[in-house]
Nanobody, 127 residues
Framework: QVQLVESGGGLVQAGGSLRLSCAAS????????VAWFRQAPGNEREAVSA????????YYADSVKGRFTISWDNAKNIVYLQMSSLKPEDTAVYSC????????????????????WGRGTQVTVFS
């Protein structure tokens, strides 16, 4: 089992930036991808981005392409989500999740593909 802890959320003005961190501990070598999802009140959970635990295969939702960048620090086992040009519609609770290696062929953007989740961090963007 892997434990995931998010940090870095906060309140930011539209056009600003934030960097989220997802610290992974435990058997991270048993996992294939780490992803960021977000959920705004009244909305379904939405996939934002994912990356392989080797730092490969970055994926992005169309809504964040060109604005968000995901990266993996192998030495620290931390996945970062650098968010720039933030918009009010980016407001949500952001959670990270890890996909087991045995599910390598499951879609990256489906929550059911992930077996471990963090508790989330709130991001609020005001105009």
């Amino acid at each position: 089992q892997v434990q995931l802890v998010e940090s870095g959320g906060g309140l930011v003005q539209a056009g600003g930036s934030l960097r989220l961190s997802c610290a992974a501990s435990g058997f991270i070598s048993d996992y294939y991808d780490v992803a960021w999802f977000r959920q705004a009140p009244g909305n379904e959970r939405e996939a934002v981005s994912a990356i392989g635990t080797s730092g490969s295969r970055p994926y992005y939702a169309d809504s964040v392409k060109g604005r968000f960048t995901i990266s993996w620090d192998n030495a620290k086992n931390i996945v970062y989500l650098q968010m720039s040009s933030l918009k009010p519609e980016d407001t949500a609770v952001y959670s990270c999740a890890a996909k087991p290696k045995t599910w390598y062929d499951h879609r990256w953007d489906v929550p059911a593909s992930y077996g471990s989740w963090g508790r989330g961090t709130q991001v609020t963007v005001f105009s």
